[in-house]
């Protein structure tokens, strides 16, 4: 059997092993591999048998050649030496043949017990795949009952739908519909239910702590009641001084208002003269001269001129000296000396009738008493509440905001960005990034808020509060408001039949709001909105 023969027949097991059983096609391989090497191997040997014998017949012919040529002796050597060799070339024909058996029977031992492993295997897997097969058969029995089952209920449910829409009288999304707004209307009573319950424990809590938090502080920051106003009428002596201010040709009102930038009104109103102008400090200083030229006398214009220029020095010392005491009286130090001088400004600055130098120092010493009850940083309170009006020193020289101004002039002096965003939040412009900020806040509007304050014309406050019902009643639903406590409540009184409970909560929230975003107005509003349902009827 040639190399070919095992070849072909290598193909045809294989091919064979291959359609039978792909499990076990590893194991026959390797057995026909073992059949291949034993084949090798016995043919290796039968070779070098064969060639054992050439060199037998090699030696035997030589030695046969040697015979005639060498004496007795010689061929008795030869004879010998052939023996030894035949004798050698048979044991080792003997041995190759013992290992070549030895090997045969190993090897067909193992490729027996391949053949038995590969049988266990192929057991194995029919049986594998009769269990698949069965498995198989009854998931299909199993998908065919679902699906007779699924269309049946299917059939059930709609028949369901059609006799509830024929109950109900509603369709299919109709339902839905309806069922959606219930649910909705439902889930809103649930929540502004929760909502109010939360606030009002929220506002027992805060109130309660925040009384006597602002209460502390209020008790122990003993500012001045009495609301201070920017003096711009000068008393005269007698008519007769009008007539000198005014001068010969009107020579002597034109230097002063040269001199000052402030308008002199000089009209039939007895011994009076009208100071007007926008800046606070143009003012007190025309106020302060004309006074001056007044008691000395002598008025003309290079008295007027002279008296305005020591009048400008005296009110810039008395500027930089309250700028100090304010910074002493507050308890902050390191301000920046053009700062100190702004701050000394505010001194001749009123808001609503109220003393901006006055009210600074008061926000300052508020803020710092309730910083120093919660444990926070006392002088950047302090710091903040001083400098968070700072922009009205000069808000009638630039353009923007007093907040816009303060928040410019704290960066270009230097400031910390929280107290620059103390500044622009005290007013809710801003959202504020420490809890200093929100002290300014309220120590801001309790100093204004506080009776006495703060002072508006009549005609001002008459508009606030028109155009706080105005606001009430722009909401749908709403049938009167009423704007009462001097503005600072407002009463809502909504149609029940629009307006529900839980629409009520949210109402009062939405015209709060509004307010504040529409309405500018001192300390606090309250929206108190009224839902009542009456229902009468008479007997006859």
Sequence with gaps: MNLLSFGVLFLNVSVGVFIGSLAGAAVVVAAIAAILFVVYKKKNTEREIGEANAEAGRIVGDAKAEAGKITAQAREESKRVLKEAILEAKEQ?????????????????????????????????DKKIEALDDQKAKIEAHEEQLGALQQKLDSQHELMVQELERVAQLTRD????????????????????????????????????????????????AADQASELTVSVVPLPSDDMKARI???????????????????????????????????????????????????????????????????????VQIREAGEAAVYEVGIFGLHPELVKLIGRLKFRTSYGQNVYKHSIEVATLAGLMAAELGLDVNFAKRAGLLHDIGKAVDQEQEGTHIQI??????????NANIVN???????????????????????????ARPGARRETGTNYVK?????????????????????????????????????????????????????????????IKVNVIREFRSVEYAK
């Excluded at 339902?175 to 939360?198: G, N, P, Q, S």
């Excluded at 009107?250 to 100071?275: F, K, W, Y």
């Design 422 to 448: 103390a500044i622009m939040a005290h007013h809710g412009d801003v959202e504020p990034k420490t809890i200093e900020a929100v002290l300014i806040q309220a120590a801001d509007a309790i100093s204004g």
């Design 174 to 221: 109709e339902a839905k519909k309806a069922l959606t707004e219930e649910i909705l209307d439902e889930t809103r009573h649930e929540v502004a239910k929760d909502v109010r319950e939360m606030e009002q424990q929220a506002k027992d809590e805060a109130e309660i702590n925040a009384k006597k938090l602002i209460a502390l502080a209020i008790q122990k920051c």
């Design 246 to 316: 005014i001068g010969r040709e009107g020579r002597n009102i034109r230097a002063i208002e040269n001199a000052t930038g402030i308008e002199l009104i000089i009209d039939d109103t007895p011994e009076v003269v009208i100071l007007s102008g926008f800046d606070p400090v143009r003012r007190e200083i025309a106020r302060v001269s004309l006074e001056r030229l007044i008691s000395d006398g002598r008025i003309h214009p290079a008295r007027i001129e002279e008296t305005v220029e020591k009048v400008t020095r005296d009110i810039d």
């Design 93 to 125: 024909d003997l041995k190759l043949r013992n290992d070549f058996d030895r090997e045969t029977k190993e090897k067909r031992a193992e490729l027996q017990r391949a053949e038995q492993r590969l049988t266990q295997k192929e057991d194995a897997l």
């Design 464 to 524: 606030r509060l028109e155009r706080l019902e105005a606001i009430a009643s722009s909401f749908p639903g709403v049938d009167k408001s009423y704007a009462i406590q001097a503005g600072r409540e407002v009463r809502v009184i909504v149609k029940p039949e629009q307006v529900d409970d839980a629409q009520a909560l949210f109402l009062s929230k939405d015209i709060a709001k509004k307010i504040e975003a529409e309405l500018e107005y001192p300390g606090q």
């Design 406 to 415: 303060g928040a410019e002039l704290a960066r270009k002096y230097k400031e």
